[in-house]
């Protein structure tokens, strides 16, 4: 049998968890910018109709009270290599799919920890008693009908397809509800009257292979219960990439360069991150008419600097005519290839080879200091943000807030910060022992005290009785920071 394990809302639960003044509350993890989309919903949320990739403006329509939480991608892979920890406690034959999300193989693992049941109810139960995090498991004895079936009793459920019952259950499985079936394979499979898994029996494979391409094969084989496909404990990803939806439209190239120079950065980071070199080079380009097109080059070379992927990239953005102003903007890398293994010399090599040694060798310098210090401690000049002007007159003043109330938690620092930041300001914000929230404002004068202003009412969830301020002294702050 085959479980598939998949958290409750992974990252709102996060936070919930982190933070007692969001519990039970309606919540969603996203940006907050009209062009941002919802990463993960509480089930609060969704009882409003709030889902994971809905635009935050439709969110916001469907609950104008809906609290936003930004975010933090590196504690949610903390907690995901926890999860996995557990998991793998109770077989060695554990395929992660996503950051909240994988397979499990408990052939030969009964006789430890009881039948399926049995062994899904002491994996919840330890997922929970570690990481205080809920999690729906699906069993049955394929892969395709595990995932379905852990969607079925969510939140915080079991659910178990016995082998004597899977065809039961294959016959009255919508067919909307099979992976891989999109809106527009549903518009075939109404003119062919396909309702559930099981009307494909209907028809012949080579009907449906002619209708379905290679899916076709896929369904007529799932439709008798047939999946070939294995819990792969020694998965190889097959590509990195990173994309930006852009807050407006832009159409100049100065922009997109430094966009992609920004992409490229961080893809570079990830694959040197994984000892792997690669030969492929993608972009992706969504125009504002949300119609999106891809490109992609195999280089001569195996590379891993990010300077070499930008250059690439650079070259394929290059060569587009583009008539529709951008919406968003991908960077991507495949063909992978262990760092360390052994490939055939040049002879002679050229002098860019050289020059391509020598970048991967800052990268690796520049992300060993990343690693240590964090990613804002180094970065391309060229991806600072330009310093904002002063005003003829302005002055600017530095000012030390004592917060008190129901003010301490990740949430309110990180909606401080984002304030902040969108006046300009610098400084830090910090918990303190007695409860209470220590902030320090320095930037021009107007900003300071619409900042003092916004921390007099404070974020959503949050409740501020009182906000004692004092001037300080400058201090050398290059941003606001969260301590």
């Given at each position: ?330 960077v991507g890398v495949s063909h992978f290839m262990d760092k360390n293994a052994p490939i055939q010399m040049e002879l002679l090599c050229p002098p860019e080879e050289k020059t391509k040694k020598q970048w991967e060798s800052v990268d690796m310098a520049v992300d060993s200091i990343m690693e240590k210090f964090g990613s804002e401690m ?106």
């Amino acid at each position: 049998m085959i479980l598939h394990i998949d958290m409750d809302a992974f990252f709102a639960a996060i936070e919930q968890r982190d933070n007692p003044d969001l519990r039970n509350k309606p919540i969603i993890v996203a940006g907050n910018s009209k062009r941002s989309v919802v990463a993960t919903a509480s089930y609060e949320a969704r009882q409003f109709g709030i889902h994971s990739a809905m635009p935050v403006f439709q969110a916001k329509q469907k609950y104008d009270q809906i609290i936003i939480i930004p975010g933090n991608r590196r504690k949610y892979s903390a907690e995901s290599k926890k999860i996995m920890g557990v998991i793998s406690n109770f077989s060695p034959l554990v395929e992660q799919v996503s950051i909240d999300e994988a397979y499990v193989d408990i052939k030969g693992c009964e006789k430890l920890f009881g039948p399926p049941a049995a062994m899904a109810q002491k994996i919840k139960e330890a997922i929970f008693e570690k990481l205080g995090l809920t999690c729906s498991i699906g069993i049955a004895p394929v892969k395709f009908l595990a995932k379905i079936a852990s969607d079925m009793d969510k939140p915080n459920g079991i659910t178990l397809i016995p082998k004597d019952e899977m065809d039961k259950f294959i016959q009255g499985l919508p067919i909307a509800r099979v992976p891989g079936v999109g809106k527009q394979a549903m518009k075939i499979m109404s003119v062919l009257q396909i309702h559930t898994l099981g009307d494909i029996h209907k028809y012949d494979i080579s009907l449906l292979n002619n209708k379905f391409g290679k899916m076709g094969t896929r369904l007529y084989e799932l439709s008798r219960g047939k999946d070939i496909s294995r819990v792969e404990t020694n998965y190889t990803r097959k590509s990195i990439s990173s994309e930006t939806t852009l807050s407006t439209d832009i159409s100049d190239f100065k922009t997109a360069k430094q966009i992609l120079l920004d992409l490229s950065q961080g893809v570079g980071r990830d694959l040197r991150k994984k000892k792997m070199v690669c030969r492929n080079v993608s972009i992706k380009i969504k125009f504002s008419d949300f119609t999106q097109i891809t490109r992609s080059k195999k280089i001569d070379s195996w590379i891993s600097s990010s300077s070499a992927i930008f250059n690439e990239a650079l070259s394929l953005y290059g060569k587009l005519t583009l008539k529709k102003k951008i919406r968003l903007l991908g960077v991507g890398v495949s063909h992978f290839m262990d760092k360390n293994a052994p490939i055939q010399m040049e002879l002679l090599c050229p002098p860019e080879e050289k020059t391509k040694k020598q970048w991967e060798s800052v990268d690796m310098a520049v992300d060993s200091i990343m690693e240590k210090f964090g990613s804002e401690m180094v970065k391309k000049a060229s991806l600072n943000k330009p310093k904002l002007k002063r005003e003829q007159g302005m002055q600017i003043i530095s000012v030390k807030a004592i917060i008190k109330g129901r003010v301490q938690g990740v949430f309110f620092r990180a909606e401080t910060q984002k304030a902040a930041r969108l006046l300009n300001l610098k400084g830090y914000v910090k918990n303190l022992a007695n409860g209470s929230v220590e902030a320090f404002f320095q930037g021009d004068e107007h900003g300071v005290k619409k900042m003092l202003e916004w921390c007099s009412t404070g974020p959503p969830a949050s409740r501020v009785d009182r906000v004692m301020q004092e001037s300080s002294a400058f201090l050398p702050c290059d941003d606001f920071k969260i301590q």
